[in-house]
Antibody
Framework: QVQLQESGPGLVKPSQTLSLTCTVS??????????WSWIRQHPGGGLEWIGY???????YYNPSLQSRVTLSLDTSMKQVFLKLKSVTAADTAVYYC???????????????WGRGILVTVSS | SFQVTQPPSVSVSPGQTASIACSGH??????VSWYQQRPGQSPVLVIY???KRPSGIPERFSGSNSGNTATLTISGTQPFDEADYYC?????????FGGGTTLTVL
């Protein structure tokens, strides 16, 4: 069964770039019909979609974060990367990666999710 | 931009039926998914494409979607169903999550 594991620094200084890696096991990230996504959750808050991308390189971002976010992937290493630049304390959150199933027309759903990684932005 | 709205909290007695609503403009024209998140854990998909259950999700969980409202229904609610529940839709290349509903089983 597919498993996802987030990794990266748990502490980032303001104005710097947050960089996270999601490593996928039990599945190929090159298959059609799936995307790979990042989602975050502020402490005590709800879920916020960051973006997702296909193995062919098509990327889709949350308009509110688009100017600061870059997703990329390494199919050979089965890794998906998130970079979020110019971070502030408002970017402190648990960051999840998830597999996105692409269904008919307007169907997009996330399953499974990684365990998440808490990233704190502080000097 | 498209948005979906959930009530902050819903309470239910053990063994009763819990209903959690998710509202948005013409939401019935889109597919809705639902996620359960227990404290300290990652979200888990419980319903996708309005009413389909992933493997391993009990039949007690069901979904519907029509007009402007999607509903997650939990029949015979158990104490371990106590969690936060999030609806999610996709519109014009953007994913939207509801703000989440805390289900309390009293």
């Amino acid at each position: 069964q597919v498993q996802l594991q987030e990794s990266g620094p748990g502490l980032v200084k303001p104005s710097q770039t947050l960089s996270l890696t999601c490593t996928v096991s039990g599945d190929s990230i090159s298959n059609y019909g799936y995307y790979w996504s990042w989602i975050r959750q502020h402490p005590g808050g709800g879920l916020e979609w960051i973006g997702y991308m296909s193995h062919s390189g098509n990327t889709y971002y949350n308009p509110s974060l688009q100017s600061r976010v870059t997703l990329s992937l390494d199919t050979s290493m089965k890794q998906v990367f998130l970079k979020l630049k110019s971070v502030t304390a408002a970017d402190t959150a648990v960051y999840y990666c998830a597999k996105v199933w692409v269904g008919p027309t307007s169907s997009r759903y996330f399953d499974p999710w990684g365990r998440g990684i808490l990233v704190t932005v502080s000097s | 931009s498209f948005q979906v709205t959930q009530p902050p909290s819903v309470s239910v007695s053990p063994g009763q039926t819990a209903s959690i609503a998710c509202s948005g403009h013409k939401l019935g024209d889109k597919f809705v998914s639902w996620y359960q998140q227990r404290p300290g854990q990652s979200p888990v998909l419980v319903i996708y494409e309005d009413k389909k259950r992933p493997s391993g999700i009990p039949e007690r969980f069901s979904g519907s979607n029509s007009g402007n409202t999607a509903t997650l229904t939990i029949s015979g609610t158990q104490p371990f169903d106590e969690a936060d529940y999030y609806c999610q839709a996709w519109d014009n290349r953007v994913v939207v999550f509801g703000g989440g509903t805390t289900l309390t089983v009293l």
